[in-house]
């Protein structure tokens, strides 16, 4: 109705997943070349958690429409089925027809078939849409898929999209199993206040739009109020409010537009356990790891091949780069065999990804055990300077950080280098020693954090004006920094100072 009013081609805010509309924000893209990663090298269950309307079956569509190279993908988007129907449904996908025939006889033939694909060099991936509804009888007779294997290859790789209940689902003591064969975990963060706005503007581009900015401030800041960052709930109330000015006869969207929006709209409030702070929490776990694999393998190791990338939109110059808001826990993944990179099991201890990266080629660290000190602990005990032993270097950066938090302002920005639930000290030590010795000591920040009930600590470099000098110094960041780490600006004003964080004797 409004298409010719905007100049538009196509309707620039359906529901319905458009990959030509693939936003790579908000850890999209990152999670995305993650996936590729995961599914084209490594093996293990991989999980996909966010909120409804978060995006999770755009993703999945993006994978079924590009698939990488030698992947073949089944695509299971009704997950509330029985064992028997889901071993039918993944045996028609892959051409097998079976009606009929004993659960024996499927099991058998979905064998030779997958062996003989893994023989060829080629992988099987079934995505499982809304996993979260999936009976559990049905997900334990995923497992036994999963276990197949041919020589040292597993035979099927299972990727799991769904709500945040699925967490809970499998937390329960029957599906520990499964759980423990989960390796790779990403959770879709909300759309930042700072990323609406180019969010919004990304898809009326997509769709044709050729003039300004059509949405004022104070509508981008309504919807993203209302939206809760959440995708679906934007498109939604963006679309209806298109709709209302062109009503109006109006180019301008304007609070007023937005206003009659939700109120047409009746969306359900978020439930206090899903807000975005509790997503946040959870961090993006193996994420930061996994892209660091990818840079390590592609511009230093030279031992693995660099996983496929999908061709996505080209992002407009205001979305360049993922403004790091929320925290992004930073373990390294055991699943970079030929990389030097330090590894632990999933349900060991992680080791920082600082830590193992940073390393030039020597042998790994050792996995880590967990210290009993924490962040709080660290930073307390580097207060009052008496005689005795010079602060360590984990101690001046914590100082160095305090001060730095005191003199920011609200547009002040940092570059997240990563992030990381080891908080032993020692290992904090050796990643400034080597940034000591790279002379890039005094532009490390390390800040603590208590998410969730865990201590963590985040590092960062350099201090900054605001967001756009952040991403303009990720360019001259050391090299090393950028092949080992995922970079992203992180806004300081919602960061918190350490306690009584000068160094102590």
């Known amino acids: 109705m409004y298409l010719e009013h905007f100049g538009l081609d196509s309707p620039p805010f359906k529901i319905t997943p458009v990959t030509d509309f693939f936003f790579p924000g908000a850890n999209r ?6 996936l590729i ?3 084209t090298e490594s093996e293990g269950i991989i999980k996909v958690t966010g909120e409804v309307g978060s995006g999770k079956t755009m993703l999945c569509r993006m994978l079924l429409e590009r698939p990488p190279l030698q992947v073949e993908i089944v695509y299971l988007a009704y997950p509330s089925l029985s064992r028997e129907e889901m071993l039918y449904a993944i045996a028609d996908g892959l051409g097998l027809h079976l ?3 004993r659960i024996n006889v499927i099991m058998q033939n ?4 997958l062996a003989q694909k893994t023989a060829e060099g080629k992988r099987v991936v079934v995505l499982v849409d809304e996993a979260h509804a999936m009976p559990l009888d049905t997900l334990e007779e995923l497992r036994l898929l999963y276990n ?10 299972i990727v799991l999209f769904g709500q945040p209940e699925l967490n809970y689902k499998l937390d329960q003591p029957n599906m520990r199993q499964l759980k423990d064969r989960i390796v790779h975990h990403f959770i879709m963060l909300p759309l930042s206040g700072a990323l609406i706005e180019s969010y919004l503007l990304f898809r009326m ?3 044709g739009y050729r003039g300004p900015n059509v949405f004022s401030h104070a509508a981008v800041s309504l919807i993203g109020k209302a939206s809760h960052g959440l995708m679906r709930r934007v498109n939604i109330l963006a679309d209806k409010s298109l709709l209302a000015a062109f009503v109006e006869d109006t180019h301008n969207i304007e609070a007023s537009h937005v206003q009659a929006a939700i109120r047409d709209s009746e969306l359900a409030p978020q439930p206090a356990w899903r807000n975005r702070k509790a ?3 959870g961090g993006v776990a193996l994420l930061a790891a996994l892209l660091a694999a990818i840079g390590w393998l592609s511009g230093g190791a030279g031992k693995s091949a660099a996983p496929a990338k999908l061709h996505t939109p080209a992002a407009t110059p205001s979305i360049a780069g993922n403004i790091q808001t929320n925290p992004v826990s930073a373990p390294i993944a055991n699943t970079v065999a030929a990389a030097a990179v330090a590894g632990t099991p999933a349900t060991s201890v992680p080791a920082p990804a600082g830590d193992a990266a940073m390393a030039a080629l020597p042998p790994p660290l050792a996995a880590p055990h967990k210290s009993d000190a924490t962040p709080q602990a660290v930073a307390s005990g580097a207060g009052k300077v008496k005689s005795g032993p010079p602060p360590t270097l984990l101690q001046q950066r914590l100082a160095a950080t305090q001060e730095m938090l005191g003199k920011r302002d609200k547009n002040s920005a940092s570059i997240q280098l990563f992030y990381t639930e080891d908080t032993q000290p020692a290992r904090m030590e050796r990643f400034l020693v080597r940034a000591k010795t790279l002379g890039k000591l005094s532009e490390i920040y390390v800040l603590p954090a208590r998410i969730s009930g865990k201590d963590d600590f985040r590092v960062l470099y350099g201090s900054y004006p605001d967001i756009k000098a952040a991403r303009d110094g990720i360019r001259q960041l050391p090299q090393r920094y950028k092949e080992a780490f995922t970079p992203a600006p992180y806004l300081l004003d919602g960061a918190q100072s350490p306690p009584d964080s000068k160094p102590r004797g």
């Open 99 to 101: 009606e009929g025939q």
């Open 29 to 34: 893209g990152e999670i995305l070349d993650a």
């Open 110 to 113: 979905l064998q030779n078939l």
């Open 37 to 39: 990663y995961a599914i």
């Open 279 to 281: 997503v946040a929490a």
């Open 148 to 157: 197949l294997q041919l020589g040292d290859h597993k035979m099927l790789q």
């Open 205 to 207: 581009r997509t769709a």
